[in-house]
């Protein structure tokens, strides 16, 4: 009974949240990585965690598009994204994935926040292309 109304719950969540929202897909490098955005100004990416999808930060993105364009994406291996093998499932090659994933919608510079494993893979972000990063938020987040 609890996983029907958790199932409902989130279907009325998506239908209310996504009304407003541009559906897309970017492919990098063969991978088709899915996303969801809404809002305008300055993009936030938000990076979900382990077992994740970009419909985690649904609950968020009526609050956070108020003043950002907000986009959520599905990681390579991960949600609507083609699955990839273990060679591009670490944090480099998903921060890599990331990099690309921002060139291909036009945005060099941005804001991420990452959630759990989304966090490690932003701060690997960070590290590798620190000048394409604006801020940070970290939500209990991997280490590095």
């Avoid at 009974?1 to 009304?19: D, H, I, K, P």
């Avoid at 003043?67 to 890599?96: E, K």
């Avoid at 994935?97 to 959630?115: E, I, K, W």
Wanted: with cysteine; charged share 15%; proline share 4%.
């Amino acid at each position: 009974m609890s996983l029907l109304l958790g199932r409902l719950q989130f279907q009325a969540l998506r239908r209310l949240t996504t009304a407003g929202m541009t559906a897309g897909e970017v492919v990098v490098d063969g991978v088709a990585m899915p996303y969801l955005s809404c809002g305008a100004g300055v993009p936030v990416l938000l990076i979900h965690g382990f077992g994740a999808d970009k419909e985690t930060w649904l609950p968020l993105t009526l609050a956070l598009s108020r003043s950002r364009r907000v986009i959520m994406m599905d990681l390579p291996g991960f949600g609507a994204a083609t699955q990839v093998g273990s060679d591009r499932g670490h944090a480099r090659a998903q921060a890599a994935a990331v990099a690309g994933f921002a060139d291909a919608l036009g945005y060099y510079r941005v804001h991420l926040c990452g959630n759990s494993m989304g966090g490690g893979i932003s701060l690997r972000f960070a590290a590798d292309y620190p000048e394409r990063v604006r801020s940070m938020a970290l939500i209990c987040s991997a280490g590095p």
